[in-house]
Nanobody, 125 residues
Framework: QVQLVESGGGLVQAGGSLRLSCAAS????????IAWIRQAPGKEREFVAA????????YESNFVKGRFTISRDNAKNTVYLQMNTLKPEDTAVYYC??????????????????WGQGTQVTVSS
């Protein structure tokens, strides 16, 4: 059974930082692309960042470039999202999601097959 468990969310002031973690119970973790996808109240899910199984390539949305960094530790079956210079518009539930093994990299939330329960990030102004 595949499980993705997010942690690290919370309440932070604008300009602050948080680090999210996603622990995965994927037997061959290194073969999955893992993404962070967020959903704000009343809005659709939107892609934030992903780290590929393929040479660890990373992808970030324009609105987080220079502020958020995604990374993975295959030895720990964990993906991280370091979030700096947070803004109130970053407030959302952040989900960790995984593709199927060796899938083509994608920034479309609908292409991700496995999902965690999400962790709330709230940025106050």
């Amino acid at each position: 059974q595949v499980q993705l468990v997010e942690s690290g969310g919370g309440l932070v002031q604008a300009g602050g930082s948080l680090r999210l973690s996603c622990a995965a119970s994927l037997r061959t973790f290194s073969t999955y692309t893992i993404a962070w996808i967020r959903q704000a109240p009343g809005k659709e899910r939107e892609f934030v960042a992903a780290v590929s199984w393929n040479a660890g390539r990373t992808y970030e949305s324009n609105f987080v470039k220079g502020r958020f960094t995604i990374s993975r530790d295959n030895a720990k079956n964990t993906v991280y999202l370091q979030m700096n210079t947070l803004k109130p518009e970053d407030t959302a539930v952040y989900y960790c999601a995984a593709t199927r093994p060796y899938d083509v990299d994608t920034v479309r939330p609908s292409d991700y097959h496995y999902w965690g329960q999400g962790t709330q990030v709230t940025v106050s102004s």
